[in-house]
T-cell receptor
Framework: RKEVEQDPGPFNVPEGATVAFNCTYS??????FFWYRQDCRKEPKLLMS???SGNEDGRFTAQLNRASQYISLLIRDSKLSDSATYLC???????????FGKGTRLSVIA | DTGVSQDPRHKITKRGQNVTFRCDPI?????LYWYRQTLGQGPEFLTY????????KSRLLSDRFSAERPKGSFSTLEIQRTEQGDSAMYLC???????????FGQGTRLTVV
């Protein structure tokens, strides 16, 4: 099983739609979780951290299910500017750097 | 600009040549990471430093790859005897030791012809 797995998409959705991305991770002792956003030919940028209690930032909601080793990102009222690749990122235990999933590509269509 | 900076942004080289990339992290960050990204894939971890100490290098792709951070500030990544399969985006990131959030530079895109 890969360390971090994501559905690669692409997800093509109309403006205003709600879209959800899922991610699973293999190491149950992983400590920190993030969603990064990457625009075409640009570097990844932190979108939000993921907390056990779930967290929301405007139209974006992230949730963590430690029992199922599952992370989700929900985007409500999609905008054209949300088109990007969304990377699920996990920090395994120990002195180990961030592990990235392959990313899920989102295209929001007018 | 106080973010992570990488140089050069683009590099085209002939197969067999050596290349060296530079990364300047955010000044107060003591951790520095190198990742490689190919088309359609997420960033793949290569190596990282805490200050000048290289804490993990087993993920470097081969013995042709090496990295240094001699004074605990900027870092260099060298690829010797480049191969076409080395063509990729090489990303540098930095973070505070106390934080797992990493900030990325814009990357160096390497093309080996």
């Amino acid at each position: 099983r890969k360390e971090v797995e994501q559905d690669p998409g692409p997800f093509n959705v109309p403006e205003g739609a709600t879209v959800a991305f899922n991610c699973t991770y293999s190491n149950s002792a992983s400590q920190s979780f993030f969603w990064y956003r990457q625009d075409c030919r640009k570097e990844p940028k932190l979108l939000m951290s993921v907390y056990s209690s779930g967290n929301e930032d405007g139209r974006f909601t992230a949730q963590l299910n430690r029992a199922s080793q599952y992370i989700s990102l929900l985007i409500r009222d999609s905008k054209l500017s949300d088109s990007a690749t969304y990377l699920c990122v996990v920090n395994p235990p120990g002195n180990t750097p961030l592990v990235f999933g392959k990313g899920t590509r989102l295209s929001v269509i007018a | 600009d106080t973010g992570v900076s990488q140089d050069p942004r683009h590099k085209i080289t002939k197969r067999g040549q050596n290349v060296t990339f530079r990364c300047d992290p955010i000044s107060e960050h003591n951790r520095l990471y190198w990742y490689r990204q190919t088309l359609g894939q997420g960033p793949e971890f290569l190596t990282y430093f805490q200050n000048e100490a290289q804490l993990e290098k087993s993920r470097l792709l081969s013995d042709r790859f090496s990295a240094e951070r001699p004074k605990g500030s900027f870092s260099t990544l060298e690829i010797q005897r480049t191969e076409q399969g080395d063509s990729a985006m090489y990303l540098c990131a930095s973070s505070l030791e106390s934080s797992t959030e990493a900030f990325f530079g814009q990357g160096t895109r390497l093309t080996v012809v």
